[in-house]
């Protein structure tokens, strides 16, 4: 068996020899936005923390963190549940959410992660398609991917 690169030889190895495999070649990356391609989620933090600290939810702006990439509806019924007893209804999910994002492009804009665009660049010389995945709605933050990640996707 070749080494693999580093850093993560070690569990690469580990991995090959535990499914029996010589070697893997992959040939796609799934690629998350926020937190991977877009340093975003200071921005997603404070615009949620506002948003529900207006409402009367208690909550921190660092609980935020951990709801990331799951859906704004799915966040917001799971603050409604805690604080309410309750989930949002359809009309308050899209209005709160609305909102949330009007909040999110109050904000300075996200810039692309230090080395987004060198590891993308390495996928498409290597040949790997490669496929966003995001769970956000942040149209301001999806219009800059062509930008700022040029033939990428």
């Given at each position: 068996?070749?080494?693999?690169?580093?850093p993560?030889?070690?569990?690469?190895?580990?991995?090959?020899?535990?499914?029996?495999?010589?070697?893997?070649?992959?040939?796609?990356?799934?690629?998350?936005?926020?937190?991977?391609?877009?340093?975003?989620?200071?921005?997603?933090?404070?615009?949620?923390?506002?948003?529900?600290?207006?409402?009367g939810?208690?909550?921190?702006r660092?609980e935020?963190?951990?709801?990331?990439?799951?859906?704004?509806?799915?966040?917001?019924?799971?603050?409604?549940?805690?604080?309410?007893?309750?989930?949002?209804?359809?009309?308050?999910?899209?209005?709160?959410?609305?909102r949330?994002?009007?909040?999110?492009?109050?904000?300075?804009?996200?810039?692309?992660?230090?080395?987004?665009?060198?590891?993308?660049?390495?996928?498409?010389?290597?040949g790997?398609?490669?496929?966003?995945?995001?769970?956000?709605?942040?149209?301001s933050?999806?219009?800059?991917?062509?930008?700022?990640?040029?033939?990428?996707?």
């Amino acid at each position: 068996m070749t080494q693999p690169p580093l850093p993560f030889a070690p569990e690469i190895l580990r991995f090959l020899k535990r499914h029996h495999y010589e070697r893997v070649t992959p040939r796609a990356a799934l690629i998350d936005m926020d937190g991977t391609l877009y340093d975003s989620m200071k921005n997603h933090t404070r615009a949620w923390h506002r948003l529900m600290t207006e409402l009367g939810v208690e909550c921190t702006r660092e609980e935020f963190y951990l709801y990331e990439g799951r859906t704004g509806a799915s966040t917001i019924n799971a603050l409604f549940q805690r604080q309410f007893g309750r989930n949002a209804t359809d009309e308050e999910k899209t209005s709160l959410y609305q909102r949330k994002t009007e909040y999110f492009r109050e904000l300075p804009p996200v810039l692309p992660m230090e080395g987004a665009l060198d590891m993308l660049s390495v996928f498409r010389e290597v040949g790997m398609q490669r496929v966003l995945v995001t769970g956000s709605g942040q149209q301001s933050v999806l219009d800059n991917i062509s930008r700022d990640f040029p033939g990428m996707f």
